[in-house]
């Protein structure tokens, strides 16, 4: 079984903890490295490659679709989860889409998709790595 990488971005380090502690409780992913800022986070996804990246929508650099922009420039076999808090509705889906991202996952506590989405991101491979959901 190959192991699934997962690079997290959010700037609110609890959130970051938190995320890894989900990911990595699933068997088969590991998360390879997190930033808080879209400074930090491109050129260390650029680096390492993970399998898949996850972005939050508001940075305090920047936005969850101008990194997975200038992400997808450089490795564009690199999915990116943009991770939303909901207020963004279908403009932030439509700008998600409009950068390359891979899906759009609002941060609900009561229905969390995130991990869902990431194993039908690692199932799929880079090849569906286009489609928003």
Request: aromatic share 4%; hydrophobic share 45%.
């Amino acid at each position: 079984m190959r192991t699934i990488t997962v690079y997290l971005v959010d700037d609110d380090r609890h959130v970051r903890a938190a995320l890894v502690e989900l990911v990595e409780a699933v068997p088969g992913f590991r998360v390879v490295g997190s930033s808080g800022t879209m400074a930090e986070a491109v050129p260390e996804i650029v680096r390492l490659r993970p399998t898949i990246a996850v972005v939050d929508e508001w940075l305090p650099d920047g936005t969850g679709p101008q990194v997975c922009q200038r992400i997808r420039a450089v490795v564009p076999d690199v999915p990116v989860v943009i991770l939303s808090a909901g207020v963004s509705g279908e403009n932030g889906r439509s700008e998600a889409e409009a950068a390359g991202a891979s899906a759009y996952v609002v941060k609900q506590v009561a229905d969390f998709s995130l991990l869902d989405v990431l194993i039908r991101l690692a199932s799929a491979g880079p090849s569906q790595s286009d489609a928003v959901s």
